[in-house]
T-cell receptor
Framework: KAGVTQTPRYLIKTRGQQVTLSCSPISGHRSVSWYQQTPGQGLQFLFEYFSETQRNKGNFPGRFSGRQFSNSRSEMNVSTLELGDSALYLC??????????FGPGTRLTVL | AQSVAQPEDQVNVAEGNPLTVKCTYSVSGNPYLFWYVQYPNRGLQFLLKYITGDNLVKGSYGFEAEFNKSQTSFHLKKPSALVSDSALYFCAVRPLSWANNLFFGTGTRLTVIP
């Protein structure tokens, strides 16, 4: 059964700091996508990794980056945090049924 | 460019009544269409999808959606609403390509009144 673990679940940072979020697919799915959810902008696609390669990217500044490891775990990094980066960050895997299965998210608060 | 519209920010319905949450889309070609639900402090949960075939798609928790190509709509429906259906609902489209990114609507908050 597909499953996604995201750590940490909650995070508080201050402006200018950097942060790394983690996403671990339980069953080693090769495709991992990241989304940002904010009250103002809604759900927006950040990027997708497939077999350790970024193959699709949304319209976000270069401060947002990511990577994927050989075990399919993915990390997302945001440098020089801004107040507007406060959001719920969601990770999703693509199942064999062509669905995206989402993790519980990491709630980032930037003070 | 792809886009998804959910024209209603809020939908209120009495328990036991039928509910409809509207969604229209704009995309080149034939899209994959999805509905997701989000409960407070939770991630998105998959409800149903349309890829091809029968225009009426049945999903989880008694929900169904009707794909209408001429109206480019994919409205979510349920014959009898439950209080536990109260949540935030998102319509999403994935353009028919190798990429896995979804374009989401702005969401509709459904409140089922006891």
């Amino acid at each position: 059964k597909a499953g996604v673990t995201q750590t940490p679940r909650y995070l508080i940072k201050t402006r200018g700091q950097q942060v790394t979020l983690s996403c671990s697919p339980i069953s080693g799915h090769r495709s991992v996508s990241w989304y940002q959810q904010t009250p103002g902008q809604g759900l927006q696609f950040l990027f997708e990794y497939f077999s350790e390669t970024q193959r699709n990217k949304g319209n976000f500044p270069g401060r947002f980056s990511g990577r994927q490891f050989s075990n399919s775990r993915s990390e997302m990094n945001v440098s020089t945090l801004e107040l507007g980066d406060s959001a719920l960050y969601l990770c999703a895997i693509r199942t064999k049924k062509n669905e995206q299965f989402f993790g519980p998210g990491t709630r980032l608060t930037v003070l | 460019a792809q886009s998804v519209a959910q024209p209603e920010d809020q939908v209120n319905v009495a328990e036991g009544n039928p509910l409809t949450v509207k969604c229209t889309y704009s995309v080149s070609g034939n899209p994959y269409l999805f509905w997701y639900v989000q409960y407070p402090n939770r991630g998105l949960q998959f409800l149903l999808k349309y890829i091809t075939g029968d225009n009426l798609v049945k999903g989880s928790y008694g929900f169904e959606a009707e794909f209408n190509k001429s109206q480019t709509s994919f409205h979510l429906k349920k014959p009898s609403a439950l209080v536990s259906d109260s949540a935030l609902y998102f319509c999403a489209v994935r353009p028919l390509s190798w990429a896995n990114n979804l374009f989401f609507g702005t969401g509709t908050r459904l409140t089922v009144i006891p």
